[in-house]
């Protein structure tokens, strides 16, 4: 909405968010694995079951983009890459993106998600620490539009 609007209450909220995420919510763990689900214990809030999705791994690089493109934040380049160096260790699998967990119509949906925010990540930030995010670079730029 900020980007629209350019109202600062919304830019606001999206940092908050950030910081809930990546510091009170218990979803985003030191090696870059983003989990579904909450659950409550001890008055914080817990990733319920470590289920990871790739979607989620998307959609929090999508939002890091946004948000770098927005302040230039270093740090949300520093655990975008993190998450993607997860993200591509964990869903790609022999050169393919696997949805591991799921059987039914949803996984594709996912790995669209993923992909579609990966790439964007990526070809934002265009400096990679390895040779895996140079591949996936050159990739992602021939799908987006």
């Known amino acids: 909405m900020y980007l629209i609007t350019k109202e600062q209450e919304y830019l606001d909220q999206a940092i908050s968010m950030y910081t809930w995420l990546t510091e009170d919510s218990g ?3 030191e090696d870059g694995f983003i989990y579904d689900g909450m659950g409550a214990h001890e008055n914080r809030q817990t990733a319920n079951n470590r289920v990871v999705w790739s979607y989620n791994s998307g959609t929090f690089l999508g939002g890091l983009k946004e948000l770098y493109t927005i302040t230039k934040d270093e ?26 967990k799921t059987l039914d119509t949803d996984g594709a949906n996912f790995k ?27 990739y ?5 539009i």
Do not use: H, M, P
């Not at 740090?75 to 591991?100: C, T």
């Not at 925010?117 to 670079?137: G, H, M, P, S, T």
């Open 112 to 138: 669209g998600i993923y992909v579609k925010y990966l790439a964007e990540f990526l070809v934002e930030f265009n400096r990679c620490a390895d040779e895996n995010q140079k591949e996936w670079i050159n």
């Open 27 to 29: 979803l985003i763990d």
């Open 75 to 100: 740090r949300y380049f520093k655990i975008g890459q993190k998450v993607a160096n997860k993200s591509l260790e964990i869903f790609v699998i022999n050169g393919e993106i696997s949805e591991n």
């Open 140 to 144: 992602a730029k021939s799908i987006i």
